[in-house]
């Protein structure tokens, strides 16, 4: 989908529909629907009438009037106007809008109590995550798609703050589809070796830096703990480190130097704690971390925050065969730390331990955040549309929490409990990699930490929210692309 800014008013433009937006409990029509219902001799606001439209969020409706297809978007109660409520607006008006066949539409920045900025931005987010699609496998696609959208913004005083607004959500929207496709595609078709190729072209097509150690080089650099994971697979594992540095910076001189990991298990089977069939039915989104991060990279460049960001994933598969790594095994990771193996289906923990020792050894960031479908505990907790955040310092589990808030992502902070590090404890190695059944999310985040050492460390479990069984109002069901928006906010807010 094409987005282009038009400094006119929104009936001046010609598209196949136009998208208008109505606060709920108002009678008077705002100024986009009123010039419509005065072309149309008032059968705008008899047609609403009629329907009873109520303007609820993520509530629309349609109609034809003086020859034009008008998509009337519910925003609410005024006085409750948030980034999100236009996000879902703007999402079911153009799904609206392309199930009634438009390829063309026009669409007013919607409401009025957000600066115009932020609304551009949600609009824009919005009519992107709204209608995607993931339809590579089919033979037979949809004949029906929005190929256009035109924002309108008569006033050419507020052009400029509603084109950067739209850039900055286009991106955002873009940025998280990416991350999309990357989870939907089957693990067949996305091996390590195809996530590292993957990653290769989005570092050539945006100019970022980028280094793929294959298993010789990971093991010269002791990374006992990833490689212990993927001795099982006949695939072999790549480490991926990608580098965005701010224009006209050198390496080391940015306001800030952040290490994102991602956990990038490419297809979970359990290794020799195998599991269900059910259980492992949807686990090639055990990379969701890993498209998150390359998400975020990819967009680094078009909205050039002022910070260096170094992007780390570990990509493996974990399978069970004669050279997996067995129940009781004894692993070491980078930093010298050895770690029992007391499950081999927690092996997501053990390709990040070693993430993270690179990223304290090779990249000295000032902080670090890590991002993976971790933990089954973090669902019962918190279910599946929030993500779980557990944090070493609690300023950059702040930042986070308000980025997410204003990505309109749900994050609810877990407390590291120290005296649950017990739980890890090992007769025969320095850890174990897993504990009790209860507080699993919390133990798992303690094993991390262990291994973030004294750098200022968070981590996002989004095992609930990375997929989705049915439709959801910014996303079909699969892929939700979760954390790229947050991360990205984060990495963007001074």
Not at 442 to 467: N, R, S, V, Y
Request: hydrophobic content about 45%; overall charge positive; some cysteine.
């Amino acid at each position: 989908m094409k987005v282009a800014i038009a400094t006119k008013r929104l009936d001046e433009v010609a598209a196949d529909a136009v998208v208008a937006g109505l606060y709920a409990d108002e009678k008077t029509l705002p100024d986009a629907l009123a010039r419509f219902d005065r072309a149309a001799g008032g059968q705008v606001r008899r047609v609403l009438e009629a329907e009873r439209f109520k303007a609820k969020v993520g509530e629309v409706t349609h109609l034809h009037a003086n020859g034009r297809r008008i998509v009337v978007a519910g925003l609410g109660p005024r006085a409750e106007t948030t980034a999100e409520v236009l996000r879902r607006a703007a999402a079911a008006a153009l799904r609206r809008a392309r199930d009634l066949g438009a390829r063309s539409v026009a669409a007013e920045v919607l409401g009025d109590r957000l600066p115009a900025r932020e609304r551009a931005q949600a609009l824009a987010e919005g009519a992107v995550l709204g209608t995607y699609g993931f339809e590579q496998y089919k033979h037979e696609k949809a004949d029906r798609a929005v190929t256009d959208l035109t924002v309108t913004e008569p006033d050419a005083r507020r052009a400029r703050e509603v084109a950067d607004g739209v850039q900055r959500g286009e991106t955002f929207g873009r940025a998280t589809a990416l991350a999309r496709d990357l989870v939907n595609t089957p693990a067949r078709d996305l091996s390590p070796a195809a996530l590292a190729r993957a990653a290769v072209r989005l570092a050539r097509e945006r100019r970022l830096a980028i280094r793929v150690f294959d298993r010789a080089a990971c093991r010269r650099l002791g990374m006992g703990a990833f490689l212990g994971v993927a001795s099982g697979s006949a695939e072999p594992p790549r480490f991926i480190h990608l580098r965005y540095t701010p224009d006209g910076r050198t390496v080391g001189r940015a306001s800030r130097r952040i290490a994102l990991i991602g956990k990038g298990i490419t297809f979970d089977s359990g290794g020799l704690d195998l599991k269900t069939s059910e259980g492992m039915l949807r686990m090639k989104y055990d990379m969701s971390g890993a498209a998150a991060v390359l998400g975020v990279m990819g967009a680094l460049p078009a909205l050039r925050p002022g910070v260096e960001v170094h992007g780390l994933i570990a990509a493996t598969e974990n399978m069970p065969s004669g050279s997996a790594i067995r129940p009781g095994d004894v692993l070491r990771a980078m930093n010298g730390t050895t770690i029992e193996v007391g499950n081999t289906d927690a092996e997501g923990r053990l390709t990040l331990a070693d993430a993270l020792c690179y990223a304290v050894r090779r990249v000295a960031p000032d902080e670090i955040v890590d991002v993976a479908t971790l933990t089954g505990a973090c669902v019962v907790a918190l279910g599946p549309l929030c993500a779980g955040l557990l944090a070493s310092d609690q300023p950059l589990a702040g930042r986070l929490l308000r980025a997410a808030e204003r990505a309109g992502e749900l994050v609810w902070q877990l407390p590291l409990i120290d005296e649950y590090k017990e739980h890890l404890k090992s007769e025969v190695a320095d850890l174990n990699n897993v504990g009790p059944r209860g507080g699993g999310a919390i133990t798992a985040g303690l094993f991390l930490k262990e291994f973030a050492g004294a750098t200022p460390w968070a981590h996002l479990d989004i095992a609930g929210p990375a997929f989705t069984e049915k439709d959801l109002p910014l996303a079909p069901k699969g892929a939700t692309g979760v954390a790229v928006r947050t991360l990205l906010t984060y990495l963007t807010t001074e």
